[in-house]
């Protein structure tokens, strides 16, 4: 049995992964800034502060998956907040290539965003390929992905899954979206224009198993589902899956930017992001239609 230590899994998405890779016969095990004896899976401290870090968590590890990094959506970001963001992503990676001892692991797997590609809206359907962005969410990728290929000296390969919003029906970025809507004055936000990447969370989780289990997956990825879908049309079908209309008019965007400052631009901008390279891997997603990923996570009206 292989042994996966994911950072950030107490988190809404390393929850799901790790109950996936249990079921897959994978031995799972959790870094977290806090213990208190009670988790579900083996769980071992780290301190970025005090660079300590619980060194049995890395006996006998196969594979991580580094999924730990501050939420850049929650607050405005202030000039201290902007240093947290970073470092909650890019110094954990040090921190965990210096304790790894000489054996190499079967591979690293590092979430990253489609931020890498600037947060902006534009004609284009951006590809693994295509040049970085210039903005802030733009930078913390590009140097999220730096630091986590500088893990190919301990890990026979790396991965890193470039994610839109994740959707899932127990919290992230559709909870605050419907819980407006279920009160009855959810809107589009801004021009409602922007495009919303999305993927659904299950297929989110097979795809990093993929990426375990499939020695060829090597590089970067985006992990987005096929369809390019407006934050106006996102917004549509939340509320046509809770029986709501829309009454409310679109929130302008100068309200969004008084209220988030300079956060506000992951709300008011947003590009189509291509996926044909997952599709070229021979990975196939469940929840490639936004009505049907709502639907599973939901119900039907």
């Given at each position: 049995?292989?042994?996966?230590?994911?950072?950030?899994?107490?988190?809404?998405?390393?929850?799901?992964?790790?109950?996936?890779?249990?079921?897959?016969?994978?031995?799972?095990?959790?870094?977290?800034?806090?213990?208190?004896?009670?988790?579900?899976?083996?769980?071992?401290?780290?301190?970025?502060?005090?660079?300590?870090?619980?060194?049995?968590?890395?006996?006998?590890?196969?594979?991580?998956?580094?999924?730990?990094?501050?939420?850049?959506?929650?607050?405005?970001?202030?000039?201290?907040?902007?240093?947290?963001?970073?470092?909650?992503?890019?110094?954990?990676?040090?921190?965990?290539?210096?304790?790894?001892?000489?054996?190499?692991?079967?591979?690293?797997?590092?979430?990253?965003?489609?931020?890498?590609?600037?947060?902006?809206?534009?004609?284009?359907?951006?590809?693994?390929?295509?040049?970085?962005?210039?903005?802030?969410?733009?930078?913390?990728?590009?140097?999220?992905?730096?630091?986590?290929?500088?893990?190919?000296?301990?890990?026979?390969?790396?991965?890193?899954?470039?994610?839109?919003?994740?959707?899932?029906?127990?919290?992230?970025?559709?909870?605050?979206?419907?819980?407006?809507?279920?009160?009855?004055?959810?809107?589009?936000?801004?021009?409602?224009?922007?495009?919303?990447?999305?993927?659904?969370?299950d297929d989110l989780c097979q795809l990093y198993l993929a990426a375990l289990k499939d020695n060829k997956y090597n590089g970067v990825y985006n992990a987005v589902s096929s369809q390019h879908t407006t934050n106006l049309e996102?917004?549509?079908?939340?509320?046509?899956?809770?029986?709501?209309?829309?009454?409310?008019?679109?929130?302008?965007?100068?309200?969004?930017?008084?209220?988030?400052?300079?956060?506000?631009?992951?709300?008011?901008?947003?590009?189509?992001?291509?996926?044909?390279?997952?599709?070229?891997?021979?990975?196939?997603?469940?929840?490639?239609?936004?009505?049907?990923?709502?639907?599973?996570?939901?119900?039907?009206?």
């Amino acid at each position: 049995m292989e042994t996966v230590l994911i950072t950030g899994g107490s988190g809404l998405i390393g929850q799901a992964l790790s109950e996936l890779l249990v079921k897959n016969d994978y031995a799972v095990r959790h870094l977290s800034r806090t213990v208190s004896g009670n988790e579900k899976y083996p769980t071992f401290r780290w301190n970025l502060s005090s660079q300590d870090l619980e060194i049995e968590a890395l006996k006998n590890v196969d594979h991580i998956i580094h999924l730990a990094g501050e939420n850049v959506g929650e607050g405005r970001w202030t000039s201290e907040r902007k240093k947290r963001i970073l470092s909650s992503r890019v110094d954990t990676i040090n921190l965990l290539q210096n304790n790894l001892n000489s054996n190499p692991l079967k591979s690293f797997i590092s979430a990253s965003g489609i931020s890498y590609y600037g947060t902006k809206t534009t004609e284009t359907i951006f590809k693994e390929q295509d040049s970085k962005g210039t903005d802030f969410l733009a930078d913390i990728s590009v140097q999220w992905e730096k630091i986590a290929f500088d893990m190919n000296s301990k890990a026979q390969r790396v991965v890193a899954l470039r994610t839109g919003v994740v959707l899932s029906s127990k919290g992230g970025a559709l909870e605050k979206l419907k819980k407006p809507i279920k009160m009855g004055f959810g809107s589009a936000l801004g021009s409602g224009k922007q495009y919303m990447p999305w993927i659904h969370i299950d297929d989110l989780c097979q795809l990093y198993l993929a990426a375990l289990k499939d020695n060829k997956y090597n590089g970067v990825y985006n992990a987005v589902s096929s369809q390019h879908t407006t934050n106006l049309e996102m917004t549509q079908a939340v509320a046509k899956t809770f029986g709501k209309k829309l009454w409310a008019p679109k929130v302008p965007a100068f309200a969004l930017k008084l209220l988030f400052g300079e956060m506000a631009q992951i709300i008011l901008q947003g590009s189509r992001i291509d996926n044909s390279k997952i599709k070229k891997m021979g990975f196939s997603l469940q929840f490639d239609a936004l009505e049907n990923a709502l639907t599973d996570l939901f119900g039907k009206p």
